[in-house]
């Protein structure tokens, strides 16, 4: 799932009056988004896997990325039957090596 297909789901959700696209989501709209527990969502943080923003009124903020990252290791733990730990582990590497592909690109360019 791309950014741009997430904050088009985003400006879908009711109740949900933005007065303009943010890359930022709220805790119920990141549940609702990935199908992920609550609890999940508090083991991730304490993880250190996604780190929310918190408002002056103490309520976290996500970014778009953290709904992307998430869709990603709900499929590994789903599909794999892997834990937590283990997935957000395969993703953080899967986002290095997409990282150093990119890098590639630029240096064969650069030749």
């Given at each position: 799932?791309?950014?741009?297909?997430?904050?088009?789901?985003?400006?879908?959700?009711?109740?949900?009056?933005?007065?303009?696209?943010?890359e930022?989501?709220?805790?119920?709209?990141?549940?609702?988004?990935?199908?992920?527990?609550?609890?999940?969502?508090?083991?991730?943080?304490?993880l250190?896997?996604?780190?929310?923003?918190?408002?002056?009124?103490?309520?976290?903020?996500?970014?778009?990325?953290d709904?992307?990252?998430?869709?990603?290791?709900?499929?590994?733990?789903?599909?794999?039957?892997?834990?937590?730990?283990?997935?957000?582990?395969?993703?953080?590497?899967?986002?290095?090596?997409?990282?150093?592909?990119?890098?590639?690109?630029?240096?064969?360019?650069?030749?």
């Amino acid at each position: 799932m791309t950014t741009r297909k997430l904050q088009e789901m985003l400006l879908q959700l009711p109740g949900l009056n933005l007065p303009e696209r943010s890359e930022y989501v709220a805790w119920a709209q990141l549940v609702q988004l990935t199908s992920i527990q609550p609890a999940q969502v508090s083991e991730l943080v304490d993880l250190g896997w996604i780190s929310p923003k918190k408002t002056n009124a103490e309520e976290y903020l996500f970014r778009l990325r953290d709904v992307y990252r998430i869709h990603k290791l709900m499929r590994l733990v789903n599909d794999l039957d892997m834990s937590f730990n283990s997935g957000s582990i395969i993703v953080d590497l899967l986002e290095r090596v997409e990282e150093l592909e990119k890098e590639v690109i630029e240096l064969k360019r650069l030749v």
